[in-house]
Nanobody, 126 residues
Framework: QVQLVESGGGSVQAGGSLRLSCAAS????????MTWFRQAPGKEREGVAG????????YYRDSVAGRFTISRDNAKSTLYLQMNILEPEDTAMYYC???????????????????WGQGTQVTVSS
């Protein structure tokens, strides 16, 4: 049974930092491209950052580029998202997701992802 379990969310003030983790089990983690998505109330789910299987390519939405860093440790089957200089607009539920469909055009498209975590809440106050 595939499980993706996110952790590390919380409440911070604007300008603060958080590090999210996503522990994977039940799948060959190193064979999957991974993306962090987020969804705020009343908004569509959006891709935040993606990473390919061997860490050669990473992808970021424009609004987080330079503030967020995605990484993975295949030996630990864990995905990370370091979030710095957080803004109130970053407030959302954050999800990790896995796919074998790895391409620069699909990293942020939810329909391509087979497995999802339950999410971790990030709240940024001004």
């Amino acid at each position: 049974q595939v499980q993706l379990v996110e952790s590390g969310g919380g409440s911070v003030q604007a300008g603060g930092s958080l590090r999210l983790s996503c522990a994977a089990s039940g799948l060959m983690f190193s064979s999957y491209c991974m993306t962090w998505f987020r969804q705020a109330p009343g908004k569509e789910r959006e891709g935040v950052a993606g990473i390919d299987t061997d860490v050669r390519r990473t992808y970021y939405r424009d609004s987080v580029a330079g503030r967020f860093t995605i990484s993975r440790d295949n030996a630990k089957s864990t995905l990370y998202l370091q979030m710095n200089i957080l803004e109130p607009e970053d407030t959302a539920m954050y999800y990790c997701a896995a796919t074998k469909w790895c391409s620069g055009s699909s990293w942020s498209v939810p329909a391509y992802f087979n497995y999802w975590g339950q999410g971790t809440q990030v709240t940024v106050s001004s």
